[in-house]
Nanobody, 117 residues
Framework: QVLLVESGGGLVQAGGSLRLACAVSGVSLSINAMDWYRQAPGKQRELVAHVNSYGNTNYGDSVKGRFAISKDNLKNVVYLQMDSLKPEDTAVYYC???????????WGQGTQVTVSS
């Protein structure tokens, strides 16, 4: 059973930082990729960051240079460091795992990030 549990959201002023964490159970991060997504009110869910099993990363255009995804394979936790936050970063942030062979997708419950201007 795959379980994803996010934490670390909250209210922060523009220009501030937050670090989100996603505790993963049921799969090993050492051999799997993970994603962070976000969904703002009235908008579609969008990919924020991706890390593969080797630690290589990709980012959405709107967060490049400000956000950093990383993972701790021993703790089985994936992180999202968010710096220089903007009001438009306000959203519910989700971690996501997709099985490599069947494509089955698992989501966490989400954590709210609110950036005030």
């Amino acid at each position: 059973q795959v379980l994803l549990v996010e934490s670390g959201g909250g209210l922060v002023q523009a220009g501030g930082s937050l670090r989100l964490a996603c505790a993963v159970s049921g799969v090993s991060l050492s051999i799997n990729a993970m994603d962070w997504y976000r969904q703002a009110p009235g908008k579609q869910r969008e990919l924020v960051a991706h890390v593969n099993s080797y630690g290589n990363t990709n980012y959405g255009d709107s967060v490049k240079g400000r956000f950093a995804i990383s993972k701790d394979n021993l703790k089985n936790v994936v992180y999202l460091q968010m710096d220089s936050l903007k009001p438009e970063d306000t959203a519910v942030y989700y971690c996501r795992y997709q099985t490599p062979y069947t494509g089955r997708t698992y989501w966490g419950q989400g954590t709210q990030v609110t950036v005030s201007s």
